[in-house]
């Protein structure tokens, strides 16, 4: 876009310069912020005491740079929370998986023997979303140029055909054991193993899908789901164990089939989200919002399209606003900088965005007219 007012906030460079809005029209007047550091991004919790004291020094030298600093901290700082909930649940469920192991091995349980396995798959599902974590960390590039955050999303296509795998295979198991009936020994054991993977899932579960969301990762999310999945088979375990001391060796592989319809439901949900977020799809309550931030900027006559899309689980938006037609170059490009500020200040893990001004004048002038044929 070419227009007078636009003002961009661009990703750093590969060398990692550049940490300010990246406005790119060299105005350099620091656009009078005066607000400080204290908007509660909460970058000084994972800084040192003198990266504190030279985040402020370098503040005190170029006053605006620190939106996108900020913003890029918090990145840093979701990308460092979902690596902590990976290395956790990875314990967690591993953990987990070779206490019903030990189960597993003097009962002869083949249902538990399926649970343990699916409960160390998903421990193993950490590895794609660690792989993504990191590699979202990265700069952008020349090449690359909203950087590295999609890796987020083709890792939750991973997990999607992971509980794909988890139902069709504990759909399987229950067919079977319904065609050929397994007996099983310590049946108290079994149930109380069963107990412990569906305690340990729906503990992980909950707590990826908690900072799932917290950070704004549908990977994160679906892998959480991914883990109540598993959680459910445990139950079923627990219930065909109940069921056989009872008596009713069938209950176990019924159980296991309503277990699977249940996995279904949840793979739905999943790839629900992670088809939303591949096809750019946000929450409609967002836009409003946005919406609404920008046309409360002083000088905003009116505002155009807005589009707001994820990279990872950091958000970009680009918006067109109408100004008066009579305000000079400098002042329109203020109103598109204030807007930006707002922007990335106000919306929630807005990491960028970019402000396109049109004059709003006089009537029935068409500024766009060589674009009449493009659109």
């Not at 636009?6 to 940490?19: A, F, V, Y």
């Not at 956790?88 to 343990?116: C, M, P, R, Y």
């Not at 689980?313 to 203020?334: M, Y």
Request: proline residues 3%; hydrophobic residues 45%; negative net charge.
């Amino acid at each position: 876009m070419s227009d007078l007012g636009r003002t961009d906030s661009l990703p750093d460079n590969e060398n990692g310069h550049g940490h300010g809005h990246g406005h790119g029209h060299g105005h350099g007047h620091g656009h009078g912020h005066g607000h400080g550091q204290g908007h509660g991004h909460g970058q000084g919790e994972s800084r040192g005491s003198s990266g504190g004291l030279l985040s402020r020094v370098r503040h005190a030298f170029t006053p605006h740079s620190h939106d996108s600093a900020d913003k890029t901290d918090e990145a840093l700082e979701s990308s460092s929370r979902g690596m902590r909930v990976l290395a956790i649940s990875f314990a967690v469920l591993t953990v987990t998986a070779i206490i019903q192991s030990v189960v597993v091995a003097f009962s002869g349980s083949v249902a538990l023997l399926g649970d343990t396995l699916h409960n160390f798959a998903d421990a193993l599902t950490a590895v794609p979303l660690a792989i993504a974590f990191s590699v979202g960390r990265r700069m952008a590039t020349r090449r690359f140029t909203y950087g590295y955050g999609r890796a987020e999303d083709l890792a939750g296509i991973v997990i999607v055909l992971l509980i794909a795998a988890s139902a069709a295979l504990a759909g399987y198991e229950a067919v079977k054991r319904l065609v050929d009936p397994q007996d099983m020994r310590a049946v108290g054991w079994v149930a109380a193993a069963g107990v412990v993977g569906f305690v340990g899932n729906e503990w992980v579960a909950r707590y990826r899908i908690k900072v799932g969301r917290e950070i704004g990762s549908a990977a994160l999310v679906a892998d959480g789901l991914h883990a109540r999945t598993d959680g459910l088979t445990s139950l079923a375990v627990l219930l065909g164990a109940g069921g056989a001391a009872l008596g009713f060796p069938l209950a176990d592989p019924i159980v296991g089939l309503l277990i699977t319809v249940a996995i279904l439901f949840v793979l739905r949900d999943a790839a629900r989200e992670i088809y939303h977020r591949l096809m750019d799809a946000v929450d409609p309550r967002l836009v409003e919002k946005a919406e609404g931030i920008v046309a409360g900027v002083a000088g905003v006559e009116r505002v155009g399209a807005l589009r707001l899309r994820w990279i990872g689980h950091t958000l970009r938006a680009e918006v067109d606003i109408v100004v008066g037609h009579e305000l000079s170059l400098v002042q329109a490009h203020a109103v598109a900088v204030e807007a930006e500020h707002r922007l990335i200040h106000e919306l929630p893990r807005l990491r960028a965005a970019t402000v396109h001004a049109d004059p709003g004048g006089p009537e029935g002038t068409d500024h766009h007219a060589a674009l009449v044929t493009h659109r």
